[in-house]
């Protein structure tokens, strides 16, 4: 699969690859050890280029805004209070790549619901984004979404995202996604890195 070159302006976005994801919780995803090879593969050849982005629970529900008391009423069991130390690190062997510069947390499905995070790539001068990791089907499309709108070039690794629901991670990258085919690609990894410019 060829794609167009992707500029030295790219930033690769790993989204979730977090011990709560791969581990034996109520949001277990069995499929991240699928995907963990390709999305190690280009985080440790981007190193440079790439951002751990990690999802971060309120220590009670009643600690989140809005609807999100809901949503956690609904997962108390993945709240602060209820889980295991250090469920919201990064699994390995991602974790022994990212430098704390090269991490973001966020409360919010999109890593744009982070305050200042747009106007951070702008500022870096990034205009293309390459998005892997869990799930494909919420915090990544989430994310995708939103940096469509802002004008972004969207690259998805498909063989580098996974989501709990087979169906729907299906449902997104074969339907959804290719709506947007001018705004977005998808590419397998190897594609990605071929293409990259060094």
Not at 87 to 112: I, R
Not at 145 to 168: H, M, N
């Amino acid at each position: 699969m060829l794609i167009e070159p992707i500029p030295k302006s790219t930033l690769h976005l790993v989204i979730d690859m977090q011990r709560l994801f791969a581990e034996e919780t109520a949001w277990h995803t069995p499929a991240i050890q699928t995907i963990l090879p390709n999305v190690v593969r280009l985080s440790r050849e981007r190193q440079a280029d790439t951002l751990f982005v990690k999802f971060i629970v309120p220590q009670r529900a009643e600690d989140a805004k809005g609807r999100w008391k809901s949503y956690y009423r609904r997962w108390s069991m993945v709240t602060g209070e209820a889980l295991a130390p250090g469920m919201l690190d990064l699994v390995e062997p991602l974790a022994a790549l990212a430098g704390t510069d090269s991490q973001v947390e966020k409360e919010t499905f999109s890593v744009f619901g982070v305050s200042g995070f747009a106007g951070r790539l702008e500022g870096a001068g990034i205009d293309t984004l390459v998005f892997s990791g869990v799930e494909t089907d919420v915090c990544v499309h989430a994310s995708v979404l939103d940096a469509i709108d802002l004008g972004f070039r969207v690259i998805v690794a498909a063989d580098a995202v996974a989501s709990g629901d087979k169906t729907a991670h299906t449902l997104v990258l074969e339907h959804l996604l290719p709506r947007f085919a001018e705004q977005l690609e998808i590419a397998t990894t190897q594609a990605i890195l071929d293409a990259w410019a060094s």
